[in-house]
């Protein structure tokens, strides 16, 4: 891993000393940072991209030297975990000296953990120096794999190259989980393979529902495939067997006795996880999401741009967590046909 040097090209941010912890309104302490640094993509997937889509104006995005600022920030208000997403993150141009940057937070021992979600697709070109970055574990979505099916749903990408990125981290020494979203009458049949390949492979799996994120098309409401049904299912096939594991995430798992591997179920329509949220997202325009689930959002672009003090970001910071609601409104809306929220997941991030 890099050490505490910052590469040339992205200049040390200015932080004060480690300030109090962010806390909300509801007495959760803000430690885990997810961070998106790009609206775009290389793929389509349907649930989380339109296949015509409108990307942002380059001077909409956070520069690299802001969302380094940013991080640092967060750091500073004990923020334990980053996660860096897109879109697709690696296609972010030079983000790797940004990951670089980010790893003298873990050499100092400010930051536990600095990770990523990806699609897999660049990892066969990133996976060595992710690892020389300091990150050790990645999220890969995959949802599936059939090669037809995974065209249909990420509309152009091609599995075997995904899969080869999965390895190739791998390879490296990245623990690899999985990430793959339920849709009904998609790829509902074969969620219970996909398991057995990814616990074969010694690669956990966690399945999420779909969410009511981006006006992406009818289809959306037609997707929606409970978790409980897909338990229910898996169930009959294998012993699920309750475990107490967490991974900083909203995630609860269960250990497979015929496999021996981790299952993971994320359920933000049928259970909510709202009690022990302990994370907020940075959009990669700068507005910071307090909750995935709700329209607020605060603006800390215009205060990164406007106020080149610190104290007047984390007096944003201190302003933003205090607007932290209680929990998500995610429902779907079958009656007016419409997700709960128009923002795309691909902006949020992941």
Not at 77 to 88: A, Q, Y
Not at 137 to 160: A, Y
Not at 217 to 246: C, K, M
Request: charged residues 25%.
């Amino acid at each position: 891993m890099h050490g505490t040097m910052v590469p040339i090209g992205l200049p040390a941010a200015h932080t004060k000393p480690a300030s109090p912890t962010l806390v909300d309104p509801f007495g959760r302490a803000i430690t885990y940072l997810r961070v998106s640094v790009t609206d775009r993509c290389d793929l389509r997937c349907v649930y989380c991209m339109s296949e015509h889509m409108r990307f942002l104006p380059k001077a909409d995005i956070l520069t690299l030297e802001e969302l380094d600022r940013l991080c640092a920030a967060f750091v500073a208000r004990g923020t334990r975990k980053l996660r860096i997403t897109g879109g697709e993150p690696l296609v972010r141009r030079g983000i790797m000296t940004l990951f670089r940057a980010l790893s003298r937070h873990l050499a100092t021992g400010a930051l536990d953990e600095l990770t990523l979600t990806t699609n897999g697709s660049q990892l066969d070109k990133h996976a060595a120096a992710l690892i020389d970055c300091g990150v050790r574990r990645i999220n890969v979505s995959l949802d599936t794999l059939d090669p037809k099916t995974f065209r249909d749903i990420t509309r152009w990408g091609e599995l075997d190259q995904v899969k080869a990125g999965i390895a190739a981290a791998q390879r490296v020494g990245l623990r690899v989980k999985i990430n793959a979203v339920a849709l009904k009458g998609v790829n509902e049949h074969e969620l219970g393979d996909l398991m057995v390949w990814a616990h074969g492979e010694g690669i956990d799996l966690t399945l999420i529902e779909v969410m009511p994120l981006g006006d992406i098309g009818e289809n959306r409401l037609d997707q929606y495939l409970p978790l409980s049904t897909v338990r229910a299912r898996l169930a009959e096939r294998f012993t699920l067997i309750e475990i107490d594991d967490r991974t900083g995430g909203p995630a609860r798992y269960v250990r497979v006795a015929e496999t021996g591997g981790r299952l993971g179920f994320i359920t933000p329509l049928t259970h909510t996880f709202c009690e022990s949220c302990n994370r907020v997202r940075l959009t990669c325009t700068g507005m910071l999401v307090m909750c995935l689930g709700q329209e607020d959002a605060a603006d800390l672009r215009a205060v990164l741009r406007a106020a080149p003090d610190e104290a007047t970001l984390h007096a944003a910071l201190d302003a933003a967590i205090a607007r932290k609601p209680k929990g998500h409104d995610f429902v779907i809306d079958r009656r007016r046909k419409r997700p709960a929220l128009a923002r795309h997941m691909s902006v949020t991030g992941g």
